[in-house]
T-cell receptor
């Protein structure tokens, strides 16, 4: 799996958009970009994933650059409950690839 | 709703004890995983299984074993617990094949005294 690089920490004001970047410059054509988050003392929670088109669901939006070397997870209106560690991972479809979680970005949403 | 459950949220054991951590998923997933998570180290894969009775070592299998007798259940065994196995243990499952979404359990926080 391609390696990802994320800033170790970010903060955001409640109600504002949180934009979490991820670099994956070695991504291959068949690798998806996945985002998970982990709230303190809980298991990781799936958020969203995409291949090359931008994606949106009830939790977040995923913007992938045209060259697919980076992406941004957007939480449009961050709340205090969005405080968590956010993991960006890239994984290939098919085969028996095991996802590798890096250290993620610790997002703190403050009042 | 997808569900992965783990037998205990918190566990305290003594050095040398045999410890069983149980994980059950109700999604008929083929793949199941055991990770441990420690501060500053992220999630590290211990073992995974892609079918009943099949298992593969992850990055840090030493001191652990696993059992997958039924599709829905994946057990992690610490044969002789040691203090350096104090950690948060996370179980996950996913459908067959790579690149599939993983679903995680709530985690078991194990303290070995």
């Amino acid at each position: 799996d391609a390696k990802t690089t994320q800033p170790p920490s970010m903060d955001c004001a409640e109600g504002r958009a949180a934009n979490l970047p991820c670099n994956h410059s070695t991504i291959s054509g068949n690798e998806y970009v996945y985002w998970y988050r982990q709230i303190h003392s809980q298991g990781p929670q799936y958020i969203i994933h995409g291949l090359k088109n931008n994606e949106t669901n009830e939790m977040a939006s995923l913007i992938i650059t045209e060259d697919r070397k980076s992406s941004t997870l957007i939480l449009p209106h961050a709340t205090l409950r969005d405080t968590a560690v956010y993991y960006c991972i890239v994984r290939a479809e098919g085969g028996s690839y095991i996802p590798t979680f890096g250290r993620g970005t610790s997002l703190i949403v403050h009042p | 709703d997808v569900k992965v459950t783990q037998s205990s949220r918190y566990l305290v054991k003594r050095t040398g004890e045999k410890v069983f951590l149980e994980c059950v998923q109700d999604m008929d997933h083929e793949n199941m995983f055991w990770y441990r998570q420690d501060p500053g180290l992220g999630l590290r894969l211990i073992y995974f299984s892609y079918d009943v009775k099949m298992k593969e070592k992850g990055d840090i299998p030493e001191g652990y074993s696993v059992s997958r007798e039924k599709k829905e259940r994946f057990s992690l065994i610490l044969e002789s617990a040691s203090t350096n196995q104090t950690s948060m243990y996370l179980c996950a499952s996913s459908p067959l094949g790579g690149g599939k979404t993983q679903y995680f359990g709530p985690g078991t926080r194990l303290l070995v005294l």
